[in-house]
């Protein structure tokens, strides 16, 4: 800044203030970021996710898990999104000759 600060209006040093603010909160959220990544880095140099070493939320596997679309008509609580595996109730209503239909939510 070309001017002095003892010689800035009341508005001028507020607005410089909130400037000063900002630009530190975004030093210390590159610095923070560029913490996370080396430790990152740092953990899968040695075979391991950081989530894990720090007992941290796990990272995702392969995607979300998605909504269900199926229900078990014996016990609704048991759901099945119709990725994957089926499991054993809706084998067995399929068995019996129920449609994967008659079970969509």
Do not use: C
């Amino acid at each position: 800044m070309t001017k002095e600060l003892g010689k800035m209006s009341l508005e001028e040093l507020q607005a410089h203030q909130r400037d000063v603010e900002a630009a530190i909160k975004g030093y210390e959220k590159k610095r923070r970021a560029d913490a996370l990544a080396a430790a990152r880095e740092a953990a899968k140099a040695h075979g391991f996710v950081l989530e894990d070493l720090v007992g941290g939320k796990p990272a995702a596997k392969s995607g979300t898990k998605g909504a269900a679309k199926y229900a078990n008509p014996a016990d609704p609580s048991q759901t099945w999104t119709g990725r994957g595996r089926q499991p054993n109730w809706v084998k067995e209503a399929l068995a019996k000759g129920k449609s994967l239909e008659s079970m969509a939510l």
